[in-house]
């Protein structure tokens, strides 16, 4: 399924937030080695209003090449911790450190950069209907300033490691499952670093999720730094996975 | 190269935009158009009517009644002295012997002019600045009237007040125009933004998601409000030539009824090129900050 998997390594993933438009935030490919975190998460807390808070000296570790996969139930914080990773979100206290950077803490346009470096799959593909699939791979390449050409080519690399084809045909003709991993390909059209995965076998069948998991594991073990988060705790996941679960606040193993 | 890969992109996506609410745009180009239209034609009419204005004789005036013994050689001193005055516009001589026959003319009394005595004064017609306020009249007429050789001085400041206040009138309805046309300009164009981000609100979820900037999302809106006023401007540049080209013929006759000459012409194409610039720069500059506004809402 993961067809293009020597591409991933034959292509440094690029978590640079940034370095090319004048941020102070470094490179994230080389300086990292396989241990160092590239998601770091040290006694975050945060809440929302006079609710008890969702995130309450909350800590864990993703590191390159980890599957990571966050469990919880509704409403438990699963989502949050997303957000705080991608800087939508603030913690109240304590730190979230990106390739060694605070996102909240980042201006604009490095945060941007590193929300364009950093690969998301939303748990609904949230594929543009009025464009082909190639069209909606190619929007991060494009985003980044990619030409048209360097774009699609990027794209077509992306879709064939996911096993979509040539994304010629229009988001409505696919299946769930392909409609999802064409949504994976648009997330990792930036060859990143980091892939924040959310919920993604929620609205699939077995064999579909069952395919996602399988890539997504693939994608760790190529050098991504992969957090999935996942309702259930029995999602089947592969051997190179880590369980995470958050339990009132706290993130256990 | 990025930032050509960056815009040609919006560009697409602005193309994009217009063909999903391809009705949506056009009533915003036209509305842009008939809110153009009128300053436009008032400029253009403002700018053809330029020399007749000219013509008029703005300044007001302050006629000084010389005595009877006044010699000519008295007259050219007083007249060169007054011309060198600040504020004096314009020093006429209007000679005893000239006004008599022009009055003579004017009444088709002959006998007027065969009087032996001529009974009407030399006169010098002080035209002050147009800008001349009132109070500045009064000291002028005050000034002139204690003159040596000047017998009585009366200034014809009524025209001048007249004047004064229908152009300031003009000036005023000018600026009220100004002012809806632009409130109703910069409203269209919100609206407008407002709607195409309502209808893209999935491709701005997206571009949110896969970290674009902010200028990225909000170029194709930019672009779109740069057309909607820029095709605006286009389109009430054409109406406003239709309108001119059907009202110059009465017009022009209308005027030759008061012995002036008016040619309503539309502005020179130097100028229309420059307002169509000028209106997309408008456009684009409201749309981009309207869409970061609605952005930062969101």
Known sequence: MLAGNENLESRPPRLRRGADRGSTTKPMTEPHAASTPLIEFDRVRKAFGAAPPVLNEASFTVARGQFVALSGPNGAGKSTVLRLITGWLAPDEGRVTVAGEQPARLPDAALSALRRAIGILPQEPHLLADRSVLENVMLPALADGLSRKAAAELARSALQRVGVGDGEAMPAQLSAGARQRAALARAIVNRPAVLLVDEPTALLDAAAAADLLHLLAQFAQAGLAVLMTSHGERTPLAANARRLRIAEGRIVG | ?298
Do not use: C
């Open chain 2, 1 to 298: 190269m990025k930032a050509l890969a960056v815009r040609a992109h919006a560009l697409r996506e602005t193309a994009r935009l217009l063909r999903r609410r391809p009705g949506s745009f056009l009533l915003a180009v036209l509305l842009g158009a008939a809110a153009f239209t009128v300053p436009l034609t008032g400029a253009s009419i403002a700018r053809s009517s330029a020399t007749l204005v000219q013509q008029l004789p703005l300044g007001p005036e302050i006629n000084l009644f010389l005595a009877a013994s006044t010699s000519t050689t008295e007259i050219r001193q007083l007249q060169s002295q007054l011309a060198g005055r600040p504020g004096v516009a314009q020093v006429e001589w209007i000679a005893r012997d000239a006004a008599l026959k022009a009055l003579a003319e004017r009444t088709g009394s002959s006998g007027l002019a065969g009087q032996g005595a001529n009974p009407l004064p030399d006169v010098l017609v002080v035209t002050l600045s147009p800008q001349a306020e009132p109070t500045e009249i009064e000291a002028a007429l005050a000034e002139l009237r204690r003159l040596p050789r000047v017998d009585s001085a009366a200034a014809d400041a009524r025209w001048h007040r007249q004047l004064r206040g229908l152009l300031r009138a003009a000036a005023m309805a000018g600026t009220l125009v100004g002012g809806l046309a632009a409130a109703l300009l910069v409203l269209v164009v919100l609206a407008s933004v407002q709607l195409q981000l309502t209808t893209s609100a999935e491709y701005v979820r997206v571009l949110r998601l896969v970290g674009a900037d902010t200028r990225f999302v909000v170029r194709p809106f930019a672009y779109t409000g740069a057309l909607t006023l820029g095709l605006g401007m286009v389109v009430a540049a054409g109406l406003t030539w239709a309108g001119l080209t059907v009202a110059a013929p009465p017009a022009a006759e209308l005027a030759r009824t008061y012995g002036a000459e008016l040619d309503l012409r539309p502005l020179p194409p130097h100028w229309q090129a420059a307002l169509v610039a000028g209106a997309a720069l408008l456009g684009g500059l409201v749309a981009a900050l309207g869409t970061r506004w609605a952005l930062r809402r969101s």
